[in-house]
Structure formats: C-alpha cells, structure tokens
C-alpha cells in the first residue's frame, strides 16, 4: 500500500514539474502534505517493525539462554500491539454515527438558603450609582439558583465554539456566554468573538459554579454589578516566553454597566488586559495582572429619593475609566492539591467618571457637569485543610470618594438631592466553610457582616449546594 | 493607551521575528512520559514536564506556567485517555499554538497507542471516578512503555523529518535495551506472580497485572472516592481473615489510609515511585522499574 502511495505522489510530483507554469502554492503544500503522511505512515509501521524485531531478538536469547524459564518472555510478544496509526487522535468517547460529534454537554445545579437580618429589598451600596438589579444577597429564604447548561466543542480545526446558558430560578434564560474562539492562528495569538466574560481582573471570568465564596467581591458588584460581560472580540497573545506574559485587547457593544449601548453603529470603548505568572518552586504558582477597561455612558439612569421624600431620576453621560489590579497566588506541597491547598487572591479597582449629571425632579431637568473616582479591594483566602474540606475568609472594602456634582455646587439643587451618591465606605467581611465529597458537589456556609448599607449592618447566613453533572470540566487556573 | 498599544505592538514583531528552535520543544504532561520522550528524541528535543511524580495528574491546575509552555511547545506528549482532562484542554485552548491542538502531528497521547485495561461497557458517576476510555495509567506494565516508545519515534521523525535517522537510531537503541531489561524484571519478579497485594487506587492495575500480582482489595472502594470508616471496618475485616502480602503505596498518595490499615491488619506498606522522580533511586526510566521491582521484592521476603 505504502509502494502505491508513493508511486501515486511520484506521479504527481512528475505531473507537477510538468505543469511548471501554473502550478500554485496550494498544490504545492497538498503535495508537501501527503508526502509528509506517506512518510510517517511509514515510519510508524517502521517503529511496530523494529519492536518486533527487539522482542524477537530478546526472545531468541531468552530461549537460547534459558530453555526452560521461557514463560516471562513469551508474555512480552503476547501483550505488545503494533501501534496504531500513530498519527490518529485520541479516540473520543460517546455512540457511534452523528452522536460522535455531540458537543461536551455539562450542567450545574445550584441552590439556596439565606437568612438575612435586613430586608435584601432595600439593598444598596452607598455612594455608589446602583450597577444592576442583581446586587445583594438575592431573596431570602430557599431559592432555586442558576441552573448552568454548557454546551462546547471544537466546530472545525479553526474555531472553538461555547454556550453557557443560565435558567435562572424564576424561568428565565439567560445566554452567559455564547463564544467562538479560535485555535489555529499562528504566534500565540487567538480571537475570541460573541458573547464572553472580559478577562479583565482575574474573578471576571470565573463562572459562578466555580467562585469560592456564595457571592462575588462587593468591588466587582458595584462597578460591574457581577460581572462584566463583552458582546464583542477579544484578541490575545500568549508570549513565546518561559514566563507567563498574556496581552489582551477587547471591544464590544457596551451593553452593560457602566457602559451604555450608543446610538450610532460603532463600539462602545474596550479594555486592554496583560498578565503575568509563573512558578516559584514547585509548590507555589501566581498570576498577576493590570487591567483597564474605558467606555462612554449616554444617559446611564437610576433613581433616588432625595432627603426631602422627593422621587428623582438620574442619568449620567460622559466617559467612564477603570483600573483593575488583580493578583493571586496558589500552594500545595509539591503542586500535590489532594490533601493540603491554599489560595490568597486579591484584587484593586478604581473607576474615574467625568461627564455630565442630569437630574428630573416633578417633569423638570436640569444637567451640569459631574466627576468621580471610586474605588475598591478585597482581599481572600482559602485554605483546604482536609481532602474534602476548606475554610475561606474574605474582606471587602469600598471608598466612594466624594464626587463632584455641578447641580449642588452650582445651588441649582439643594444639599440632600442625591443621598445615593453621600460619601461612604461601604465593607464586608465574610467567613466560609465548604465539604466537597467529590469533584463534583459542592455543599457551602457562609456568614457575613455586610456594610454596604450605610446604616444598617445586615446579617447574612447562606448556605448553598453546587452539583455538576455530565462532561468533566475543566477550570482555568 | 497609545504607548500601551505600540508596546504590544512591538512585542508582537519581535516574537514573530523569533528565528525557529533547532530542537523540538516538547510539553510531556507525566514525568515518565517526559522522560521516554528525552531518552527517545536525545540532544534534539527540550523536555518539560508538566508534573512530578508527587503530583496527582488527576488534579492539576492549568497554571499560568504550563500555559506558556503549551505556549512555546512543537510537540505535546500527554497520558492521554481522559486523564488530564481536567486541565490540558485549558492549557491548549490557552496556549494560543495551533501545532498542537488534537488532531495535529503536534499532539500524542500515549495511550491511544495501547489496549487499555478496565475499559467500562457503561459509565455512571456512581461508579467514582472511572476513566470511560479505559484505565489511563497504563506506563507501569513496561511492555506498553515499548509500544509507547515505538509510536513516539515515529512522531518525532515525522515532526523532524531532517533527523528522522537520529530517532530511528536512538529508537532501535532503546527498544534492545528495553526488551533486555523486560526480561530481567520478569525473571527477578518471577516470586511476586500471585502473590496478594492492596493498592489505595486503581493506577498499579497494570502493574498487577504485568507480574501478576493479585490485587485483593484497593483502599478506594470506587476510583477517587475515599473509604468511609464502615468500608475501612469491613476491609480491615475480610483482610485480618485473608491477609495480603503488602499494601501499595504511589509517592503521591497521601500515606493516612495505607498506614492505617497497616497498624490493624499488621502488613507492610510498601512506597511504590510510581512515575520517574518517585523515589531518590527511579531517577530514569529503567531505574523506575528496577527500584519498583527491588523495592516489591524486599516486601515479599
């Protein structure tokens, strides 16, 4: 078989001399390419060849040497296979026919149970414009969290292809994340299109299933009121370096806070990510990373009540920029997770805003410009103490700064007019305990004092199940 | 932001300007695997091994340093058999390298050359962690390291077809060393055939079954599960009855459980290195097997 294939590439390649003129690159690397499979169709058939011809050998001496202990010999023929096409990947699991090419499907379920001291409707953090309706602990009592159903796979030898939907408890669905990504450009590089978590930060792009505590840092709740997702692209490029050093650019819609769909047909802003990591020894690894994401907001609203009982709408305009520091570190003795792990992580954000601050009061706008820089931390860790079980501990801190807000300096609105935006520092300090009996349940309880509110502390006890059914997935670091 | 673009932008040139490696840049996910790949490919490959033999390849992070060196890699020398499942498929889809996505020459699993034992007709996760493809850890019966060696040799010819006779040598080399060494295991192994043995989990299966030693109980009750103390009461039980010769113990195991057992039913522990780098003395691959064997025989006497 192998005489005719090569016979048949002759022939081609004579064919292809031939034809000298237009003979193109594409017949070229064809050309290129089968010689290449010829070749190591060959040269595998070759190795199976020479292991035979080594057991033989070893056979022959054993025999020769030792007539009578023949029985250890033999058992090496007998177990030894020629190896199979050396070139084929591995084959996949799964039925025969078009269901061999199912995607990986995997689903999360998740639920449950708090106990609030406050009422979570009046949840706020305070000097911070709201991010969303998704703030706060969620309701009270037992709810039926976010059930998650991954579909992935490899769509052709270029493209990637994930959808993560969530159904949420109150039957709706929502699409987490819908995705191509490529794997076939050259140079480190890969693009990313659709809908997708920003790599910004290093919590961003981690699914809810997999975060460490119930709920995320308060930072990332009020600057991206979760988390903060790009329908758009996203290009990065790994360095050809020992040392991790991954850059990154992103653009999209602006579809979220605190970015603002446009009127026109272009994109809103984007975000520019680099990180870096390594290994120190082998029981430690680290990542650390800058991120900056800048977008315009037009119109961006929420509503207020003044001091005076007075309901107010307010919307901001103007460019919105953020800073993400993010850092974190992993240890095991040896890199060996079994037993003994730990986890510290940490991240920065500030956000700067300059624009303009309209507000409507009784059917009456007035606007004037508006500046704020805001930040925000938190700082958690991890620590597995038994195969099954680990202990976390997170605190959370806030500074809203002390925004500049034209229509109260100018005297056209009276003090008091937008309590929402009152200087505060909101905190959260939050304790966590979870029993993980496999790699695929996780049971959690957790307990914070929450005081973002900036009166009232609330009391919040969660307790939370997480089970994964289906494809074996696989976590970032 | 202008300067943070040309930055990256300059650093993009650079890189693409890099002048190709000599060697082929090889990212082995096990260290015996990595270790085959050196004796195989020589002074032409550059080997890095993405774990120890202290590590547990079921569990490792994707992390940002193996990520580069996907990064980086020509050629991917995996377990296979869905044992690093959960990670390699992020380290490749993060790797941004198309060489070594499955599919291409860049990428070979071991155990896709091999027939594997345990191979479930049905897979449920009540059964713990099974392997749907079969049991992965299939290097310690040295017979598959042969047919392993072969199919690699082939790879690295076909990857690096300018030094194919290179590889072809090295491979005829090894493989006579190899067979020779097969059948002095198995002669100075021959009085461990049959003899009773506990393992913790079900990666010495090929190792069993290779020098027929006979695995009467394993500490996991399913793969991956850890013993709960009424299984421990029953095997401590059904073990004091029928006592085994030795308990099996890999480097990575966590030695709780074996040493527990050990104290109730009075037998040995014997600390197995599993995988190169195991124990001081398994510093290659033959060494592997002859202090695997030394060791297995010192606990028979």
């Known amino acids: 078989m192998i005489r005719y294939k090569a016979i048949g590439v002759l022939r081609l390649l004579a064919l292809s001399v031939l034809a000298v003129a237009p003979a193109r690159a594409s017949e070229l690397s064809e050309l290129r390419a089968e010689l290449d499979a010829v070749k190591s169709a060959y040269q595998a058939q070759l190795g199976a060849l020479e292991v035979r011809v080594a057991q033989l050998e070893v056979q022959l001496a054993a025999a020769k040497s030792a007539p009578a202990s023949s029985a250890p010999a033999s058992s090496v023929a007998a177990e030894v296979q020629a190896p199979a096409a050396a070139m084929a990947p591995s084959p996949s699991g799964g039925g025969g026919g078009q269901n061999a090419f199912n995607p990986a499907v995997s689903v999360i379920l998740g639920g449950r149970y708090a106990q609030l001291s406050e009422d979570p409707a009046d949840y706020r953090i305070g000097g911070f414009m709201p991010a969303g309706d998704e703030l706060g602990p969620g309701p009270r009592g037992f709810t039926l969290g976010e059930s998650e159903l991954t579909l992935a796979a490899n769509v052709d030898p270029y493209f990637f292809a994930n959808l993560t939907t969530a159904i949420t408890g109150d039957n709706s669905i929502s699409v987490e994340e819908a995705y191509v990504k490529t794997i076939a450009l050259p ?3 890969s693009l990313k299109a659709g809908r997708f978590f920003s790599g910004l930060g290093y919590v961003n792009e981690i699914h809810s299933h997999a975060w460490d505590f119930v709920d995320q840092p308060l930072v990332y709740q009020a600057m991206f009121g979760g988390q903060l997702a790009q329908d758009g692209a996203q290009l990065k490029w ?39 990591g390594n290994d120190i020894g082998d029981s430690t690894s680290w990542r650390a990373g800058v991120s900056w994401l800048s977008a315009r907001a037009e119109g961006r609203s929420f509503s207020d009540v003044t001091a005076g009982g007075a309901p107010i709408e307010d919307g901001f305009s103007g460019d919105s920029r953020t800073w993400v520091l993010d850092g974190i570190l992993k240890w095991s003795p040896h890199g060996n997770a079994t037993v003994h792990s730990l986890k510290l992580q940490a991240e920065y954000l500030q956000r700067s805003e300059d624009g303009q601050l309209a507000a409507t009061i009784s059917q009456l706008t007035l606007a004037a410009p508006f500046r704020s820089r805001q930040s925000g931390w938190y700082l958690q860790g991890v620590y597995q103490f038994l ?41 959260r300090v939050s304790l966590m305990f979870d029993w993980n009996p496999s790699e695929f349940t996780r049971l959690r309880a957790q307990y914070a004092w929450d005081d973002a509110r900036p009166d009232n502390r609330d009391r919040q006890l969660l307790l939370q199940y997480l089970y994964s059914i289906g494809a074996h997935g696989a976590h970032k670091f | ?37 050196r004796d195989l490919g020589g002074e032409k490959v550059d080997v890095y091994a993405a774990t120890s033999a202290f590590q547990d390849v079921h569990r ?33 889809r993060e790797s941004g390298n198309a060489r070594i996505q499955p599919g291409n020459p860049g990428y070979f699993e071991a155990d896709a050359n091999l027939r594997l034992l345990e191979v479930p007709t049905a897979v449920d996760r009540s059964m713990g962690d099974v392997h749907p493809l079969g049991n992965p850890h299939a290097h310690l019966d040295p017979r598959n390291v042969a047919t392993v ?25 090894f493989q006579s060393r190899w067979q020779s060494a097969i059948v002095r295991w198995e002669q100075q192994a021959a009085p461990l055939k049959g003899l009773p043995v506990v393992v913790i989990h079900r990666d010495q299966v090929y190792l069993c079954h290779w020098l027929g030693l006979q695995e009467v109980a394993a500490i996991e009750p399913k793969p991956g599960v850890p013993p709960s103390s009424s299984y421990l009461a029953e095997l401590v039980t059904r073990l004091t009855a029928a006592p085994p010769k030795m308990i099996l113990r890999n480097a990575y195991n966590d030695p709780k459980a074996a040493d527990w057992l050990s104290e109730r039913i009075h037998v040995p522990v014997v600390i197995l290195p599993y995988s190169v780098g195991g124990t001081p003395a398994a510093h290659d691959l033959f060494a592997l097997f002859d202090d695997t064997v030394a060791r297995l025989l010192g606990a028979a006497k």
Not at chain 1, 250 to 274: I, S
Not at chain 2, 10 to 37: F, G, K, Y
Not at chain 2, 149 to 173: C, I, K, M, V
């Open chain 2, 60 to 92: 490792v992070d994707a992390k940002p340093s193996l990520v580069s060196r996907a990064r980086n890699a020509d050629l991917v020398v995996a377990a296979g058999a869905e044992l690093e499942i959960g990670w390699l498929p992020v380290l490749l």
């Open chain 1, 187 to 189: 140079s480190g590089l």
């Open chain 1, 238 to 276: 790994v360095a050809p370096t020992d040392l991790f050093v991954e850059l990154g650019a992103e653009t999209g819609n602006g579809k979220q806070f605190p970015r603002t769909r446009l009127a026109g047909n272009g994109l809103n802003g984007g975000a520019l990510l680099a990180h870096v």
């Open chain 2, 1 to 37: 932001m202008n300067s943070l673009l040309k930055l990256s932008a300059a650093l993009l040139l650079a890189a693409l300007a890099l002048p190709a490696q000599a060697t082929i840049r090889v990212l082995a996910t096990t260290p015996e695997w990595a270790e085959l790949t």
């Open chain 1, 387 to 427: 195969p099954r079980w680990r202990v976390g501990a997170r605190y959370d801190a806030l500074d809203s700064g002390t925004p500049y807000i034209g229509l109260l300096h100018s005297g056209a609105l009276p003090a008091g007019s937008f309590p929402g935006l009152a200087p505060a520092t909101p905190s």
């Open chain 2, 149 to 173: 060696a072969a199919a690699l040799t082939a790879r690295l010819s076909a990857l690096d077809a300018a030094n194919a006779a290179y590889y072809q040598g090295r491979g005829s080399e």
